[in-house]
Nanobody, 130 residues
Framework: QVELVESGGGLVQPGGSLKLSCAAS????????LGWFRQAPGKERKMDRE????????????YYGDSVKGRFTISRDNPESTAYLQMNGLKPEDAAVYFC???????????????????WGQGTLVTVSA
């Protein structure tokens, strides 16, 4: 069973950049579809997590939530068992806890809901403030 650990969160000014990492262990990393979700303050349920981005097993397909298109980039390094989320042009509304998620089943029709992912990390906090 794969375990996921996020890192790279922190405080950044509006317009700034951060790069989040999701390190995996205990599974065949290249077999998993990987997603990033975020949970805004005050939202406690996993089902309320907002889809940010996903990448398929070999990186040939990526999808983004409407609110981050053109600003965020998801990538993965399978030999290093790590996925990344490069976030540019950060806005105050991007502030949230960011979660990495993984699943062995890839649906080409879309995987933008939390219930489609089996494995989750603990999250990393991103704060966007002047």
């Amino acid at each position: 069973q794969v375990e996921l650990v996020e890192s790279g969160g922190g405080l950044v000014q509006p317009g700034g950049s951060l790069k989040l990492s999701c390190a995996a262990s205990g599974g065949s990393f290249s077999s998993y579809v990987l997603g990033w979700f975020r949970q805004a303050p005050g939202k406690e349920r996993k089902m309320d997590r907002e889809f940010v981005a996903l990448i398929n097993w070999d990186g040939s397909r990526t999808y983004y939530g409407d609110s981050v298109k053109g600003r965020f980039t998801i990538s993965r390094d399978n030999p290093e068992s790590t996925a990344y989320l490069q976030m540019n042009g950060l806005k105050p509304e991007d502030a949230a806890v960011y979660f990495c998620a993984a699943d062995l089943v890839y649906s080409d029709g879309g995987m933008a809901t939390p219930s489609q992912y089996t494995h989750w990390g603990q999250g990393t906090l991103v704060t966007v403030s002047a």
